[in-house]
């Protein structure tokens, strides 16, 4: 399901990061990071509140507005019933929704947003998501202190907080249209190779949204998948070449760029809801205001996966949502030759 907007756009964004992220590719591109996985806080949880406090506090300070110029602030992060996300908006005092698609969160919420900005029920909202290495950690596998050892296929949850902020107001980068995903669930419970489990969603929501759109492949320049790692990468190119024949080009992973894999000690890459969206609100913007790319497809990936579901011996589902970010400079050569020729 595709849902076109064309009145949504991206007003400013703000990413805050942790230690391991500091020390990667794109340790330039974050807003503030910081030197461990509590924040100065008590505890990993306290630290991510603290994460997502000063992401909002920095986006609003960059786009020059308060608390009370903002409608709705959407939020999401990996810990039980979400609850940093609902620890900060209690201290931020704006009206809140709390969604959670694991770690397809960012471009669910960027959906739900751009729906009621098309909409007009809103003008200005505030999305936000967040992960923390340690929190995660303990939550959903062993706490790093058992030294458990984990293998190859295993990816390492992204520590930080990266926010965006999405209004009606035109600016450099359009969100232009939104795919909905399915559910998908291939049989595997693996909970140490998340990108084989969430490559199938990523697939069909890609070759749904080309189909939608009726667009092939190339039409994007870049093509950003959430979080596979460098295993769930190649089985997504696998998976889309056989069952859509889709030969995907202009691809990247976000959980492969944002830590540099040969050198940093984090196995298949990062994971976590907040990895596309520090990779993307911060580099991928960027460059796009730069002019190096025109049109970028993220496509957040997701396993729905629970502690207490895998001890039962269940698979692990999956979902990928997909958002379609064009350059307003490109929109404006292209309605410009449009109309030149017409």
């Known amino acids: 399901m595709t849902i076109k907007f064309d009145n949504v756009y991206v ?7 942790g230690k391991f992220e500091s020390e990667g590719p794109l340790s330039k591109t974050f807003d503030k990071t910081y030197n ?31 608390k009370q110029d903002i409608d709705l602030f959407i939020s999401g992060d990996l810990i039980n019933q979400i609850t940093p996300s609902s620890y900060a908006a209690e201290k931020l005092g704006i009206n809140y929704m709390g969604v959670y698609a ?10 739900i947003a751009s729906s009621m900005l098309q909409n007009k029920e809103i003008n200005n909202c505030i999305c936000s998501v967040s992960s923390n290495n340690s929190a995660a950690e303990k939550q959903y596998r062993n706490p ?5 050892p984990k293998p190859d296929t295993s990816t390492f949850t992204a520590t930080g907080c990266a926010s965006i902020l999405l209004t009606n107001e035109k600016s450099k980068i359009k969100i232009e249209s939104g795919t909905i995903g399915k559910t998908v669930d291939y049989g595997i419970n693996d ?11 990523a697939s069909y929501t890609i070759s749904k949204h080309l189909e939608d759109t009726g667009r092939t492949i190339d039409y994007y320049d870049l093509i950003l998948t959430g979080d ?27 959980g492969c760029m944002l830590f540099d894999v040969k050198k940093q000690d984090v196995k298949a890459g990062a994971s976590g809801p907040t990895s596309s969206a520090l990779v993307t609100y ?14 970028v497809l993220l496509v957040a990936t997701g396993a729905l996966m629970c502690p207490t579901m ?23 050569i292209r309605l410009y030759f449009v109309v030149l020729f017409a």
């Open 310 to 332: 895998i001890n039962q011996k269940l698979t692990i589902p999956s979902i990928s949502h997909a958002i379609s970010l064009e350059a307003l400079w490109y929109i404006y």
């Open 102 to 111: 694991a770690c397809a969160t960012s471009t669910l919420s960027m959906i």
């Open 191 to 201: 909970v140490y190779h998340m990108g084989a489990a969430m490559a199938p969603s």
């Open 228 to 254: 596979l790692g460098i295993y769930g990468k190649d089985i997504l190119k696998d998976l889309l070449k056989k069952e859509h024949n889709i030969k995907l080009i202009n691809y990247n992973d976000c």
């Open 11 to 17: 007003k400013e964004t703000s990413t805050v990061a």
């Open 36 to 66: 461990d996985f509590y924040m100065g806080e008590k505890s990993f949880e306290q630290g991510e509140i603290k994460m997502i406090l000063d992401s909002i506090n920095i986006l609003l300070d960059k786009a020059n507005l308060s």
């Open 144 to 148: 790093t202190e058992y030294g458990t």
């Open 282 to 295: 911060g580099h991928i913007i960027e460059e796009m205001e730069k002019g190096k790319y025109k049109k």
